[in-house]
């Protein structure tokens, strides 16, 4: 018998959650602890779908040197061994999944094709977890075969191979977790860790796009010491950067229970004294704008980390796009919860940039859309920049009906406009909003200090920190190895990056 097992990441996007590296995703850690507890003795090992391209292009990128390669961007330690350890594990747990559409610089999340190659190679017990499970349960003909179990949402140490449709206990996960040393080290990027502090969704009505509250219908909160537990057991293993997200609102954490908020960011600081990034995720409109969200937003501002952002998803600007896909939050309920986090956290930190920001989300295409829904986002849009206010980043995309959500059970509808208008529609708002934005809250000559190159194209180097949608700077005509730490100087501006100069090579 096998004396290992290996968990082979192909990457995850949700509403909620990040699971891209240098994302280090819930999915990643439950299965490694659920494989450790079952498995007394063996080794776990990590791998990525990088792993696997590397080895099936012949032990080799995909593009010349000096380019990045996002096929082959994340291989890990287990690089060069990645197919001898698929074909002699006892069992491969697979985690794979979009629930909304994503598009990385410097990634190519695994889809069907690129699972089907690696599960080629398998010879143990095949299992499969995270969102792609409810794809397949949704259309089994197309999986038929590939694995021997699935679970939609966690995988214990109990239920590895039986399978699950509904979330675990988080006291039995608690119980399945231990050291994640053995993990980290498997990784050579350093790693952000994802945080999950509930799941549901605290909204009386449920947005009909939105697959979180399929989650679980029921909200479920986690204790705070059992977030800071893991908190902790991860800055034991080397982990310096976190980020609380994998859940709808990081402001209704038990109920926009400001205490308990308190006691969670005071005691992740308190158990990680030299953790370098703590950001935040999902904000909902309606908790941040409420009285006690400005409380909430002053708190993150305190013990968080500078270049934090609290995404809100307002989705449409327009009324009847709110009511028909019951969105919630108007237009003035969003303006004053960007003014609260603006007054709670546009002060800049020692690095140059705003302690916390608000993001924005906008979603095309959801029953309802005509061409007065574009007007009526870039009426409101323009209303935030003629306010003076600040924002992180905007995310425009287009709907995605996920298995299981009310916009996946309505009939087949006449198309909307944005089918045919979302890239001019798009390009509207990255020119009109987002540039200008980028121009107040980067200024040119802003001085960006403790940034690190990660990728190299056609168009130069590009540079970042790690965080919660950190801003990229783009370098323009060089390319300084990927890992290179640096300052830069802001020289220019367009939608969705920066451009800039470094200030002193190998600086960090």
């Given at each position: 018998?096998?004396?290992?097992?290996?968990?082979?990441?192909?990457?995850?996007?949700?509403?909620?959650?990040?699971?891209?590296?240098?994302?280090?995703?819930?999915?990643?850690?439950?299965?490694?602890?659920?494989?450790?507890?079952?498995?007394?003795?063996?080794?776990?090992?990590?791998?990525?779908?990088?792993?696997?391209?590397?080895?099936?292009?012949?032990?080799?990128?995909?593009?010349?040197?000096?380019?990045?390669?996002?096929?082959?961007?994340?291989?890990?330690?287990?690089?060069?061994?990645?197919?001898?350890?698929?074909?002699?594990?006892?069992?491969?747990?697979?985690?794979?999944?979009?629930?909304v559409p994503s598009v990385h610089l410097h990634?190519?999340?695994?889809?069907?094709?690129?699972?089907?190659?690696?599960?080629?190679?398998?010879?143990?017990?095949?299992?499969?977890?995270?969102?792609?499970?409810?794809?397949?349960?949704?259309?089994?003909?197309?999986?038929?075969?590939?694995?021997?179990?699935?679970?939609?949402?966690?995988?214990?140490?109990?239920?590895?191979?039986?399978?699950?449709?509904?979330?675990?206990?988080?006291?039995?996960?608690?119980?399945?977790?231990?050291?994640?040393?053995?993990?980290?080290?498997?990784?050579?990027?350093?790693?952000?860790?994802?945080?999950?502090?509930?799941?549901?969704?605290?909204?009386?009505?449920?947005?009909?796009?939105?697959?979180?509250?399929?989650?679980?219908?029921?909200?479920?909160?986690?204790?705070?010491?059992?977030?800071?537990?893991?908190?902790?057991?991860?800055?034991?293993?080397?982990?310096?950067?976190?980020?609380?997200?994998?859940?709808?609102?990081?402001?209704?954490?038990?109920?926009?229970?400001?205490?308990?908020?308190?006691?969670?960011?005071?005691?992740?600081?308190?158990?990680?004294?030299?953790?370098?990034?703590?950001?935040?995720?999902?904000?909902?409109?309606?908790?941040?704008?409420?009285?006690?969200?400005?409380?909430?937003?002053?708190?993150?501002?305190?013990?968080?980390?500078?270049?934090?952002?609290?995404?809100?998803?307002?989705?449409?600007?327009?009324?009847?796009?709110?009511?028909?896909?019951?969105?919630?939050?108007?237009?003035?309920?969003?303006?004053?919860?960007?003014?609260?986090?603006?007054?709670?956290?546009?002060?800049?930190?020692?690095?140059?940039?705003?302690?916390?920001?608000?993001?924005?989300?906008?979603?095309?295409?959801?029953?309802g859309e005509t061409h007065a829904t574009h007007?009526?986002?870039?009426?409101?849009?323009?209303?935030?920049?003629?306010?003076?206010?600040?924002?992180?980043?905007?995310?425009?995309?287009?709907?995605?009906?996920?298995?299981?959500t009310p916009l996946a059970a309505l009939p087949?509808?006449?198309?909307?406009?944005?089918?045919?208008?979302?890239?001019?529609?798009?390009?509207?708002?990255?020119?009109?909003?987002?540039?200008?934005?980028?121009?107040?809250?980067?200024?040119?000559?802003?001085?960006?200090?403790?940034?690190?190159?990660?990728?190299?194209?056609?168009?130069?180097?590009?540079?970042?920190?790690?965080?919660?949608?950190?801003?990229?700077?783009?370098?323009?005509?060089?390319?300084?190895?990927?890992?290179?730490?640096?300052?830069?100087?802001?020289?220019?501006?367009?939608?969705?990056?920066?451009?800039?100069?470094?200030?002193?090579?190998?600086?960090?």
């Amino acid at each position: 018998m096998s004396q290992h097992s290996v968990v082979l990441d192909c990457y995850t996007v949700e509403p909620s959650g990040l699971g891209v590296p240098p994302y280090l995703s819930t999915y990643v850690r439950t299965a490694y602890s659920a494989l450790r507890r079952a498995r007394p003795g063996h080794d776990i090992r990590y791998l990525t779908i990088d792993d696997i391209r590397w080895c099936l292009n012949g032990g080799k990128p995909h593009v010349a040197a000096p380019l990045s390669d996002p096929l082959t961007y994340s291989t890990t330690v287990n690089r060069d061994e990645a197919i001898r350890l698929l074909r002699d594990a006892r069992e491969v747990v697979v985690i794979g999944g979009d629930k909304v559409p994503s598009v990385h610089l410097h990634a190519v999340n695994g889809g069907l094709q690129d699972i089907v190659r690696a599960m080629s190679c398998v010879r143990g017990k095949r299992y499969l977890l995270g969102p792609m499970t409810t794809f397949m349960l949704s259309e089994p003909a197309e999986y038929a075969g590939l694995f021997d179990a699935a679970h939609t949402h966690t995988v214990t140490s109990h239920d590895i191979a039986l399978g699950s449709r509904t979330p675990a206990p988080y006291d039995r996960l608690r119980a399945d977790r231990d050291s994640f040393t053995g993990l980290v080290d498997q990784m050579p990027w350093t790693p952000i860790a994802e945080l999950e502090m509930y799941r549901g969704c605290t909204r009386r009505r449920f947005c009909d796009f939105c697959n979180e509250p399929g989650k679980s219908p029921v909200v479920a909160f986690r204790d705070v010491e059992d977030i800071v537990d893991e908190a902790a057991r991860l800055y034991s293993a080397g982990v310096r950067h976190f980020r609380l997200g994998q859940q709808t609102c990081f402001f209704s954490y038990h109920n926009r229970d400001l205490g308990k908020i308190r006691a969670l960011l005071a005691g992740i600081r308190e158990r990680c004294p030299d953790l370098e990034v703590l950001h935040i995720d999902n904000a909902d409109p309606l908790a941040v704008a409420a009285p006690v969200g400005k409380n909430i937003a002053r708190l993150v501002a305190e013990y968080c980390t500078e270049g934090n952002c609290a995404p809100m998803g307002i989705e449409s600007f327009d009324p009847v796009v709110i009511e028909r896909n019951t969105l919630t939050c108007t237009p003035e309920i969003l303006m004053r919860a960007v003014q609260h986090v603006n007054e709670a956290g546009a002060e800049r930190g020692p690095g140059g940039l705003p302690l916390l920001l608000p993001g924005l989300n906008l979603i095309y295409g959801l029953p309802g859309e005509t061409h007065a829904t574009h007007i009526a986002n870039l009426t409101w849009l323009s209303r935030i920049l003629d306010a003076g206010l600040m924002c992180h980043r905007t995310n425009v995309r287009q709907a995605r009906a996920f298995p299981g959500t009310p916009l996946a059970a309505l009939p087949s509808l006449p198309p909307v406009p944005s089918v045919k208008h979302f890239g001019t529609w798009k390009a509207d708002i990255d020119h009109g909003w987002d540039q200008p934005m980028k121009e107040r809250v980067y200024p040119t000559g802003l001085h960006v200090p403790g940034l690190h190159s990660y990728f190299v194209n056609d168009k130069g180097t590009w540079w970042r920190r790690l965080g919660s949608y950190p801003i990229q700077i783009i370098e323009p005509g060089t390319a300084t190895p990927v890992g290179t730490g640096a300052g830069l100087s802001v020289t220019g501006h367009a939608p969705r990056v920066v451009f800039g100069q470094r200030l002193v090579a190998g600086a960090a």
